[in-house]
């Protein structure tokens, strides 16, 4: 069928990228540690939660250390550039709007997230692997920025559509020195935060209040990973 060989195409053309990527990787950094990766599910779908400190190098160790083919949630303003398209694309990212971006709060904007979540949704429901950074800007704070709820909210619609248990793995990424070239960076696995039916359960009752309850437990993993000060 004519979906099956883009499919292939287009797995090809992720391990490409990922392959080049992981060499840009390190070529940047002397010393990539990588710890708790036996925390990864091997199969089936999870949630990749990270902080954020270093823009577009965050995704690139993620798709490189984890090992799972993952697909990122990426802002749709990136998807502007004709060079950063293609590769988002073939990255299989998915874009979203984010308020920052567009200040308006729009019926539209609004529209386009609904289907960034039916694209993510469909993913995990196929036992795929999807990247989130919840603090949601980029940023060069020495402490974690307040966590969105929309990696909660992903976990929650996730495992009341497929019935299963979807985990949420928080990311640290601690970087010597962010900008400099051969700094150094540690990548650290967490233990999922499972999402099963009785979160889904609390979820029914008040979907606010457990999105925010699940952000907190992701806040507390995420702080473990992380230096704050």
């Not at 990527?21 to 540690?33: C, N, P, S």
């Not at 577009?56 to 090992?67: E, F, Q, S």
């Not at 904007?109 to 692997?129: C, I, P, R």
């Not at 929309?150 to 640290?172: M, N």
């Amino acid at each position: 069928a004519p979906w099956i060989a883009y499919a292939r195409r287009r797995m090809v053309a992720y391990r490409v990228l990922r392959w080049l990527v992981g060499g840009l990787v390190r070529a940047f950094f002397r010393q990539v540690e990588v710890v708790g990766t036996e925390h990864v599910p091997s199969a089936g779908p999870v949630i990749l939660a990270g902080n954020h400190p270093n823009s577009l190098i965050d995704p690139a160790l993620v798709i490189t250390t984890c090992g799972r083919i993952v697909y990122f949630a990426a802002k749709d303003v990136l998807f502007r550039s004709r060079i950063f398209r293609v590769v988002l694309r073939a990255l299989g990212a998915v874009p979203v709007a984010r308020r920052e971006d567009h200040g308006d709060g729009s019926a539209a904007s609004g529209a386009k997230n609904e289907q960034a979540f039916e694209a993510m949704f469909a993913v995990l429901g196929g036992g795929g692997a999807i990247g989130i950074f919840p603090e949601g800007l980029s940023h060069d704070a020495a402490h974690l920025m307040r966590l969105k709820t929309g990696a909660a909210r992903l976990a929650l619609g996730a495992a009341e559509r497929t019935g299963a248990s979807v985990p949420i793995c928080p990311v640290g990424l601690t970087f010597i020195n962010p900008k400099r070239f051969r700094s150094r960076v540690l990548v650290q696995y967490g233990p999922p935060i499972e999402v099963g039916p009785a979160e889904v359960a609390a979820a029914k009752a008040d979907p606010v209040q457990a999105s925010r309850d699940l952000t907190a437990r992701l806040e507390h993993a995420l702080r473990g990973l992380t230096v704050n000060a």
